[in-house]
C-alpha cells in the first residue's frame, strides 16, 4: 500500500572539473516523483524515485503511465498540473521544491 507520493525537484553536480556547476550553478530543475511505501510485517518500509524529467509533458506522460494514476479525473490532473507550474516557478526562488500528488 501506498502511504506518501510527492514529486521534488532537484538539482545536481556532474562533476566535470570545468563546468559551471562547479562554481554553484547547478542543473537542473530535474523533478523526481517519489514514492514511499508502508512497511509490512515482513518488510520495512522503502522509498521509490522515479525521474519525471524537466518538462511539464513529460512529467503528464510519465505520471499518466504509472498505476495508481489510471482513475484520476481531469480535475485532479489539472491540479497536478497548476502545482507543477507552481513548483518550477518556485524553484527560481528556491523556495518549497516539493508538492504532494492529489488524492
Not at 559551471?20 to 522503502?46: A, D, E, M, V
Not at 504509472?66 to 507550474?85: C, G, R, V
Not at 524553484?91 to 518549497?96: A, G, I, L, S
Amino acid at each position: 500500500m501506498i502511504q506518501l507520493t510527492c514529486i521534488t525537484v532537484k538539482f545536481q553536480r556532474c562533476g566535470k572539473i570545468n563546468c559551471r556547476c562547479s562554481n554553484g550553478y547547478l542543473h537542473g530543475p530535474y523533478f523526481w516523483l517519489i514514492i514511499y511505501k508502508k512497511p509490512t510485517r515482513s518488510k520495512k518500509g522503502k522509498y521509490n524515485w522515479i525521474y519525471l524529467g524537466k518538462d511539464n509533458s513529460n512529467i503528464n506522460n510519465k505520471l499518466k503511465s504509472l498505476t495508481f494514476t489510471k482513475n484520476w479525473d481531469h480535475h485532479q490532473w489539472s491540479a497536478l498540473d497548476n502545482k507543477i507550474k507552481k513548483l518550477k516557478s518556485n524553484t527560481k526562488n528556491k523556495e518549497k521544491n516539493s508538492i504532494e500528488l492529489p488524492k
